[in-house]
């Protein structure tokens, strides 16, 4: 597939990396670019060698938000009867194989949160994250004001969307936005090993811790623990359970099949 705005490629044969490409203008997310990301994110996802993706960008940006210069003339007819973000944005929250979002440089407004639509983000020493729209006369438009809450709390998530200030990576570690720093130079590693270990696993307890943890996320406690207890439960009549098991009590490594 010959995409425009993004590059893809696969590491390992089971690393599936779609890099956004519009480096001139900070990667910013057009809805060209957001429906290449989607096609390339359910490509990955159907294909059966690949075990988890990683969205990136450059040095300089993940992605500096939404197309400004596309979406300045906007009408409210034009969003709500075409359903702008809804229709090109959402994509990512249908793929059920992991997604990492390896972050350097800026992640602001829609690159904050399609960050924050990743499984979980790995960033770079210089990354830095935001909600900016508010100086923009507008407020965050995919998921921002939910999404980042949920990680960073009300008083940080409030700060954020209300003055529009940049977190740096140290701050947005410390308060679970992400999940690791590492140094720049060892973003691309550090992403690329934890995607090569998700794919080493069996493929279907992957899916299912994924399941599970999102409904914590966006769900009450009650439903969630059922939901663990019963896709716990379930992965009792997998294949991959034996094995790993028993390679555990044989003291050899699992071969999983995906069964
Ligand atoms: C379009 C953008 C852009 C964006 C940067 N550029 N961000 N173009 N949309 N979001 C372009 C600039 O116009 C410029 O183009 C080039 O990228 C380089 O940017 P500079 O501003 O020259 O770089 P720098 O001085 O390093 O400043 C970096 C920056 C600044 C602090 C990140 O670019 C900035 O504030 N960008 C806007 C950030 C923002 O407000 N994001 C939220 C967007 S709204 P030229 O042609 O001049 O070289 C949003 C809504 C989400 O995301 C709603 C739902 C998705």
């Known amino acids: 597939m010959a995409y ?43 294909d059966e060698a690949i075990g988890c993706m990683i969205i990136t960008g450059n040095e300089k940006a993940f992605a500096a938000g939404a197309d400004i210069g596309a979406m300045a003339t906007y009408s409210f007819a034009d969003v709500y009867r075409d359903d702008y973000i809804t229709r090109d944005w959402e994509t990512i929250r249908t793929i059920r ?16 949160e399609l960050a924050m639509m990743c499984d979980f983000i790995i960033a770079a020493d210089n990354a830095k ?3 900016p729209e508010i100086k923009l006369g507008i407020i965050p438009g995919a998921g ?3 999404r980042l809450p949920r990680a960073v709390g009300k008083a940080k998530a409030m700060d954020l969307a209300l003055t529009g200030r940049m977190m740096d990576a140290t701050e947005a570690e410390r308060a679970g936005l992400v999940s690791r720093v590492v140094p720049l130079d060892k973003l691309m590693e550090e992403a690329l090993g934890a995607a090569l270990m998700i794919s080493g696993y069996g493929r279907m307890a992957v899916l299912a811790a994924k399941e599970c ?4 996320y966006e769900g009450t406690l009650a439903d969630g623990v059922m939901f663990e207890r019963r ?16 390679a555990f009590v044989n003291k ?7 069964q």
Do not use: W, Y
Request: proline residues 4%.
């Open 4 to 46: 425009e705005f993004i590059t893809t490629h696969t590491e390992g044969e089971k690393v599936g990396v779609i890099t956004l490409n519009r480096p001139k203008q900070l990667n910013a997310l057009s809805p060209q670019l957001m429906v290449e990301l989607g096609q390339a994110l359910k490509a990955f996802d159907a």
């Open 144 to 146: 921002g004001t939910q």
């Open 129 to 131: 994250f935001g909600q």
């Open 252 to 258: 050899r490594p699992a071969v999983f099949k995906h």
């Open 231 to 246: 896709m716990f439960h379930a992965l009792f009549a997998t294949a991959d359970q034996k094995e790993g098991m028993d």
């Open 97 to 112: 194989k992991p997604v990492i979002a390896a972050v350097s440089g800026f992640a602001l407004g829609g690159g904050c």
């Open 213 to 216: 943890v999102n409904r914590a």
